[in-house]
Nanobody, 120 residues
Framework: QVQLVESGGGLVQPGGSLRLSCVFSGSIFSLYAMNWYRQGPGKQRELVAT?????????????NYADSVKGRFTISRDNAKNTVYLQMNSLKPEDTAVYYC????????WGQGTQVTVSS
């Protein structure tokens, strides 16, 4: 059974940075594409960033981003540590949301979410 555990959220001022982590367990991490979603107050959950499985290298893989975060956020993975990261720079108040780690196989798998609040 795949399990995902996020960490790294918190309160940060506009223009600041945070790095989210998601630890994967229960299967072979390198075989899974990984995603970060977020859900802001009163908003629908949206896809923020994706990274493919990249099974042949220790980290990396092709990536895609929502237009709203391109150039500010970077998704990466370390297959040796079963972990996917989301580096968030130049944070804006509109980035405030609960951020969720996600993957899929026979079904969707979600982490519990980590709160990111961008406020002065």
């Amino acid at each position: 059974q795949v399990q995902l555990v996020e960490s790294g959220g918190g309160l940060v001022q506009p223009g600041g940075s945070l790095r989210l982590s998601c630890v994967f367990s229960g299967s072979i991490f390198s075989l899974y594409a990984m995603n970060w979603y977020r859900q802001g107050p009163g908003k629908q959950r949206e896809l923020v960033a994706t990274i493919n499985s990249g099974a042949t290298i220790s980290s990396g893989g092709s990536t895609n981003y929502a237009d709203s975060v391109k150039g500010r956020f970077t998704i990466s993975r370390d297959n040796a540590k079963n972990t996917v990261y989301l580096q968030m720079n130049s944070l804006k108040p509109e980035d405030t949301a609960v951020y969720y780690c996600h993957t899929y196989g026979p079904r969707d798998y979600w982490g519990q979410g980590t709160q990111v609040t961008v406020s002065s």
